[in-house]
């Protein structure tokens, strides 16, 4: 397993300035933010994050776009968000499972994104990418089940699971869920607060659930992946917080 940063750690800093920081802490890649850090020139911001990247001997393992399968702006996006992702040179496309919740959800909701869903992998598998499906709250993945079943029903090589620890769920229910769904996850975005429910960002050794233990998880069940770290605490200068995650996760394997 690899550990990388989630750009979108820092807003503030220009995302160069994060890849760096990255390098100094001694992270393996950089998960990109499709939000701000690449944004409408997006062959030259690219290629620089690119550059910069290699100029590191970085890899940037995943694309983190605002994609929504089983939506209308779907369809008007989609080629466009894998293209950045190859101009990039990143491996998976980050998307959400569209905008119902898994207890509320419609039927004819969940065929759409799952329609969707292969398409874009079917899509992406021909510029060698893979689709990965954030866990999510306002998404049909914000419970386990349907987590696993969005990923079942699509059931395609090129589409698995962002699994991430949603901070409504006690300790013992988050590792039991990673057990579940490690098998299905292509990649894992880890961040911590100090109690369930909690909002406040803390170090991953200070978080309420035991981020070591869903990291043996998901070593055990073979995962070869990034587990990026998405959000520090504010408590400290970023370059410590993120330093203080990097040694943590170190630790822990």
Known sequence: MLFGLCTISNKE???????????????????????DHVS????????????????????????????????????DQLTHEL???????????????????????????LDAVVADLREAADSAAERNLAITVEKHEGTLTNT???ARRVI???????CGLNYQPLF???AATIASESRELAPISNNVHLQAVPEQGGRKRCLLANAFYDVG???????DAGFDGFANVEFVTDDLPYSKAIAHDRAYLRSVV
Request: aromatic fraction near 8%; charge should be negative; proline fraction near 3%.
């Open 152 to 158: 079942e029903r699509v059931s395609h090589p090129h």
């Open 168 to 170: 409504g769920m006690n």
């Open 213 to 219: 233990t869903v990291i043996r998880v998901f070593q």
């Open 13 to 35: 800093m220009d995302v160069l300035d994060v890849i760096d920081a990255a390098v100094d802490a001694g992270y393996d890649g950089v998960e990109v933010w499709g939000g």
């Open 83 to 109: 293209e950045v992702a190859v101009t990039l040179g990143a491996d998976l496309v980050r998307v959400w499972a569209g905008n119902q919740e898994w207890q509320d959800h419609h039927d004819h909701h």
């Open 40 to 75: 409408n020139d997006k062959d030259a911001e690219c290629t620089a994050i690119r550059e910069r990247v290699e100029t590191h001997e970085l890899s940037i393992p995943v694309y983190g776009s605002y994609l929504r399968p089983g939506t209308d702006a779907f369809a």
């Open 144 to 146: 386990t089940e349907g």
